[in-house]
């Protein structure tokens, strides 16, 4: 059993930043394509955003480009959410996923495409 762990959530005002991070067993994390989703309660999961395997494709939802920064250091197993300019509606728990892919696999955007998930981290922002 393969297990993520993230950490970094809490509870912020609008406009705060946060930084999520995600740590996972080195042999999958240098194989996997990493990516971000969220889950309010009563909603479905949906994607953040998503870093291949070597860090040069990054992909982003539409509602938090130019706000969150994904990025990944495969010496360190992990991969980082940085949350910038955060709304209420960005409250969610967070969860960190590993896709284990060949190198040209570009990430993906569906939570089915992801064989391991995380916990999930807290994150809520009040106006």
């Known amino acids: 059993q393969v297990q993520l762990v993230e950490s970094g959530g809490g509870l912020v005002q609008a406009g705060d930043s946060l930084r999520l991070s995600c740590t996972a067993p080195?042999?999958?994390?240098?194989?996997?394509?990493m990516g971000w989703f969220r889950q309010a309660p009563g909603r479905e999961r949906e994607f953040v955003a998503a870093?291949?395997?070597?860090?040069?494709?990054?992909l982003y939802a539409d509602s938090v480009k130019d706000r969150f920064t994904i990025s990944r250091d495969n010496a360190k197993n992990t991969v980082w959410l940085k949350m910038d300019k955060l709304k209420p509606e960005d409250t969610a728990r967070y969860f960190c996923?590993?896709?284990?892919?060949?190198?040209?696999?570009?990430?993906?955007?569906?939570?089915?495409?992801?064989?391991?998930w995380g916990q999930g981290t807290q994150v809520t922002v009040s106006s």
């Open positions: 870093v291949s395997r070597s860090g040069s494709v990054i």
């Open positions: 080195g042999r999958t994390f240098s194989r996997a394509n």
């Open positions: 996923a590993a896709d284990p892919a060949i190198l040209t696999d570009p990430p993906k955007r569906v939570p089915s495409a992801y064989n391991y």
